[in-house]
DNA sequence: AAGCCGTGGCC
DNA sequence: TGGCCAAGGCT
């Protein structure tokens, strides 16, 4: 094993990086969050609408609206029933509300193809709209306990850092970044499954992006970057995007007046959220488009029922 | 493949 | 205060 570990780039000559293994998941076992979707009765259905919700939202803010999706949509099918834009005005204030149609999409392929159970096989959950590369393996490692690489932007900082000894990742996941994260995936299904939650977790609670707390790190002491003494990001800085005045903003103002009304809401009202014109008729016919949004017949829209 | 897609908390 | 960041996916 070790000789096929130690293909991939920038391998330490120094030890084998299974070290790495028993560390990070002995510190998961003593430390991980008690967190619902990974109880035992949360199911595969659990796992998949926790992995939606996470994408790109903090889970403080995903658990309450987590557990009330779980308690009045406790199957695929159930969601699959309703129409879409109960998905969306469920969501709420999570963010990239996309995600709830296309959770409201998975729930319906999964009632319509898979007999109403989240499938199994990567290809099968990547199918799905929705599920990228990330949530697939996340699924099927979390769920149904296989052995995956899974990516995302806590294991990809956590490994730029123990193993490649940068401060940061690079901006865009790159084919050497996979190859790692697969060559580090250990053998053991189970312990592999372990190991994917448990380095998410140590990204999440210790190696975090702004104040790593390496005085609690479980494998500081082989931290590639720590022993090249924490050197600064170096490269072209994080795109961060702007959001204030952007399209989205404004579209994220009309969607909100749209969830809190049940019945459907004339133009006018929804011409007060948004001072100019033009922007504004562009973000609604995004939201129409986007199917987020219905217009019907007088000049009223809803969320979408169909 | 770079850019778009929400929202809110934090330092 | 305001940029930075958060379990990505899609085009």
Redesign the pocket.
Known sequence: MTATTETAANASPDHDRTDLHAPVVDWFDAHA?D?P??RPEAGAWGVMV??FM????????VLPVYEQWLERWPRPADLAAEAPGEAVRAWG???????AL?LHGAAAAIAERHGGDVPKKHAQL?A?????????A?VAS?AYGQRHAVL???VR?VFARAVAGRQ?PP??TTAAERKLARALVPEDEATAARWA?AT??L??LVC????PECGRCPIAAQCAWQLAGAPPHEGP????????G????V???L??VLRESTAPVPQAVLDRVWHEPVQRAR?LD??VS?G?VEPLAGGLYRLPHA
């Open positions: 969050r967190l979707w990974r926790s992995e996470l994408q790109q939202t903090p889970v403080n803010r204030r999570l963010g990239y509300p996309r995600r296309r990547l799905l709209p929705g599920v990228g590369e990330y949530t697939a996340a979390f995302d932007t806590n900082r940061y901006n865009a939650a998410m977790e990204g999440a975090t992006a702004r104040s800085p994080r795109r961060t995007q702007a959001y204030a952007t399209d989205r903003q579209r994220g103002r969607l909100a973000a995004g939201l986007d987020l």
